[in-house]
């Protein structure tokens, strides 16, 4: 079940939404009803709507996502209607990307290319990731020294390093990305 947060009523009630049941996998953000539920002033969805100088999107972005990661299910922008402006497709997305989403949809296959973009670690990300994982692995081992932390270069690296080197590798992984670079452990 994929659960669709398109009003008002929906935001406010979305943890007993993302609860609901075993089945519900995902949480969607439905722009263009939830810009209407609220009396947005704009008529192009997921877009900054004139004369508010801010993300008009932050507080309901991150309250589906925070609500989502609590429940372990995944976050997903919604639908962006302009079909035929690509880099503003990639823009919105990128902002969904920034906070933490899984994706988001697409409506016109010239939008694929950019949400797999968007949503896909750069090369670099992908094998810094990589690289802190390996590291951590060799520094919390026997070999190298059972220690919590180590230096990865000029960064320290933890567990919580870990974690979020989990993230960034497991989404380059399913992009089918390949290493570029080799962890060697430092010599004693």
């Excluded at 296959?109 to 797999?116: K, L, T």
């Excluded at 380059?172 to 962890?183: D, I, L, V, Y």
Aim: hydrophobic share 45%.
């Amino acid at each position: 079940i994929e659960a669709q947060i398109e009003n008002a009523k929906g935001l406010v009630n979305i943890d007993d939404i993302a609860a609901a049941s075993p089945r519900l996998e995902t949480l969607i953000f439905g722009p263009a009803d939830f810009m209407a539920s609220i009396n947005m002033k704009t008529l192009v969805v997921g877009q900054q709507p004139p004369g508010y100088g801010a993300d008009a999107y932050h507080y309901i972005l991150m309250r589906i996502l925070m609500a989502a990661r609590t429940h372990d299910l995944q976050a997903i922008d919604g639908p962006f209607l302009q079909i035929r402006d690509v880099d503003a497709y990639r823009e919105v997305a990128g902002r969904a990307a920034a906070l933490g989403f899984d994706g988001k949809w697409v409506l016109h296959p010239g939008q694929v290319d950019a949400a797999n973009e968007v949503f896909s670690p750069s090369q670099d990300d992908y094998d810094h990731a990589e690289l802190i994982l390996d590291a951590y692995e060799w520094c919390t081992s026997e070999e190298g020294g059972k220690k919590g932390s180590a230096m990865l270069g000029d960064e320290m690296i933890d567990e919580a390093s870990r974690k979020m080197a989990l993230v960034v590798a497991g989404k380059g992984r399913a992009a089918g990305m390949q290493r570029t670079s080799k962890f060697e452990a430092p010599e004693a």
